[in-house]
């Protein structure tokens, strides 16, 4: 039996880069699927809304653990070839997405209805009014929010050691098995994601704090 030393340590530590990776994957697809989302929900159009919605309510009322399992183990039944690493990367996106387009929806509609007025005053169609005066400001009201929300994600990735991926939490787990040390192992494990959420949830919190003193202002 192996004892837990510093090679062991590494292992864990190495896999961080493809937590990190798959993180990214799922922030930057789910930035540009919550976008679509947030957009939808807020559209002139009641078919947009409802698709939109439907979409929403069926990623967040499901267990992310679940949406990985039906895609990974789905999608052979469907006849599609697909990797641990596609798996996970499409079930985060789209969870993401789900999550991210109604804290952007939330932000849009924030934005004083008196903006909205003054543009469609000015004769903006849909695309210039959301380009050129909503977004810009929503964007200010959804930077604390999302950089928070970012952490859920780096903490999601872990679910994906469940179909084989080889993050940092499946790489605990083949550590633990090979040396049955389960309270060290994954004391290492817990220490790693500590490190990779807590500055963004320091950075989320300083921004909510200058968000809060200029509307006080």
Known sequence: MRTFGFPEFLFILEAAKWTIA??????????????????????????????STVFVQVFQGTPLLLQLFLIFFGAPVLGWDINPWLAAGFALILNTSAFLGEIWRGCIQAIPRGQWEAAEALGLHYVSRMRDVVLPQAFKIALPPTVGYMVQVIKGTSLAAIIGFAEVTRAGQIINNATFQPLIVFSVVAAIYFAMCWPLSLLAGRMERRQAAALTR
Do not use: K, N, P, Y
């Open 22 to 51: 798959l993180s990214l994957i799922a922030i930057i697809g789910g930035a540009i699927g919550g976008l679509l989302v947030a957009l939808a929900r807020t559209s002139e159009s009641a078919a947009a809304r409802g698709i």
